[in-house]
């Protein structure tokens, strides 16, 4: 039989209002007290709780997935992987900090202009497909001249590379800089660079390694005797 004499709160003093029924895992009908939260709980606390730990469950099973993909990518695809979230951030970061600078300048509330981020994001995308095309122009011109001509794109100076008339990378300047490389680092050139045609050593007019011509017989006549002494010795 359900006791009707209402509660006092231990910490508040304050009489219970009235009962209400347990809820799963309480044990038989529970005061109502008059401050939410008296009892140790809160619902809305409980509700914002739950969001947040929702919100971060789902973040951490993104973060998860993010993980479980980067395994099968190997050591040098995690690592890419890595670069690429870091420059995504910085650009963020950067966006951001442009459109506090513009705020400041024009005295508006607005903190970002969406016409200065979209034009700021495409010369960002003309500058990142510039630096690959230059690059692989590069790595072209290097080829026959660097014994590893992947080392173009990381040790020539490739920022003040000029286009040509067809708005490509300029070959001559690319050249230059190839030359100024090895000038300063001979040993990363090619072995077929320290000669024309590929070789080492070649034999010219002065002397070298030669063959010794083979004697040819002044006649038919004498070839044959010699084939035929050549058979009777045998």
């Not at 993104?62 to 870091?86: E, S, W």
């Not at 506090?100 to 970002?112: L, N, P």
């Not at 002065?206 to 040819?216: E, I, L, Q, V, W």
Request: aromatic share 2%; proline share 5%.
């Amino acid at each position: 039989m359900l006791d009707t004499t209402l509660p006092t709160h231990a910490l508040t003093g304050l009489t219970a209002v009235g009962w209400r029924k347990a809820r799963p895992g309480e044990d038989g009908p529970q005061p109502i007290w008059p401050i939410r939260g008296g009892d140790g709980t809160d619902d809305g606390d409980q509700d914002e709780d739950a969001d947040d730990t929702g919100d971060g469950d789902q973040d951490d099973d993104r973060d998860g997935d993010d993980q479980d993909d980067d395994k099968d990518l190997g050591d040098a695809g995690k690592k890419a992987m890595r670069a690429l979230r870091k420059e995504i951030r910085e650009l963020k970061a950067q966006a951001r900090q442009g459109g506090q600078q513009s705020t400041k300048k024009d005295g508006t509330d607005d903190t970002t202009d969406p016409q200065a981020l979209r034009e700021q994001a495409r010369e960002e995308a003309r500058a990142e497909v510039w630096t690959e095309r230059v690059e692989a122009a590069a790595i072209a011109a290097a080829a026959g001249r660097l014994a590893n001509p992947q080392l173009a794109a990381r040790l020539l100076d490739l920022s003040d590379v000029p286009k040509n008339d067809k708005g490509r990378p300029d070959r001559d300047a690319l050249a230059e800089l190839i030359d100024e490389l090895l000038d300063d680092e001979p040993y990363l050139a090619a072995k077929s660079a320290n000669s024309t045609d590929g070789r080492r050593f070649q034999g010219g007019a002065d002397g070298g390694a030669r063959k010794t011509p083979k004697k040819t017989a002044a006649s038919l006549g004498e070839a044959v005797a010699a084939r035929l002494a050549g058979k009777t010795g045998r």
